[in-house]
């Protein structure tokens, strides 16, 4: 959490520290995903979608931590101008833990700003 916020605060360093900090305390699809979003931080986005994507790729612990890497996933690959994959990536989230507030309305969010204001709508209403 605190991490999160010094990413909000505009304090990538220190959320990095934060990150690896919770190495031997977490999953590692949790800590991995944590340190994705310090580096795209730090300037390294390229690299940081490859790590996250990476790590999806492999065994997660749990469908929760899972959909959070995958809704990460997707914000890389928006900032990145890959709309084929950021509209994936929000799908996996949302399908991984649609009863998830967050994960439906920023999966709606990005269908809105795509024009696609029927499919908003449903995954608003209802997740799926």
Same mark, same amino acid.
């Given at each position: 959490?605190? %991490?999160?916020?010094?990413?909000? @605060?505009?304090?990538?360093?220190? =959320?990095?520290?934060?990150? $690896? =900090?919770? &190495?031997? +305390?977490?999953? $590692?699809?949790? =800590? &991995? &995903?944590? $340190?994705?979003?310090?580096? %795209?931080? @730090? ?7 490859? @790590?996250? &994507? /990476? ?7 749990? %469908?929760?931590?899972?959909? *959070?890497?995958?809704?990460? !996933?997707?914000?890389? %690959? !928006?900032?990145?101008?890959?709309? /084929?994959? /950021? #509209?994936? *990536?929000? #799908? +996996? /989230? ?13 999966? !709606?969010? *990005?269908?809105? *700003? ?8 449903? $995954? !608003?209403?209802?997740?799926?």
């Amino acid at each position: 959490m605190r %991490a999160q916020v010094r990413l909000h @605060l505009e304090q990538p360093d220190a =959320a990095m520290r934060d990150c $690896i =900090a919770l &190495t031997p +305390v977490v999953d $590692i699809a949790t =800590a &991995t &995903t944590c $340190i994705a979003q310090a580096r %795209a931080a @730090l300037g390294d986005l390229t690299h940081a979608y490859a @790590l996250v &994507t /990476a790590i999806l790729r492999s065994p997660s612990p749990d %469908a929760v931590s899972a959909s *959070w890497s995958a809704g990460v !996933a997707a914000e890389f %690959a !928006a900032r990145l101008g890959d709309n /084929a994959a /950021a #509209d994936r *990536w929000f #799908d +996996v /989230a949302n399908r991984l833990d649609p009863g998830s507030h967050f994960t439906r309305i920023s999966y !709606a969010d *990005w269908l809105l *700003w795509q024009g696609n204001h029927r499919r908003a709508l449903q $995954i !608003a209403s209802t997740g799926t």
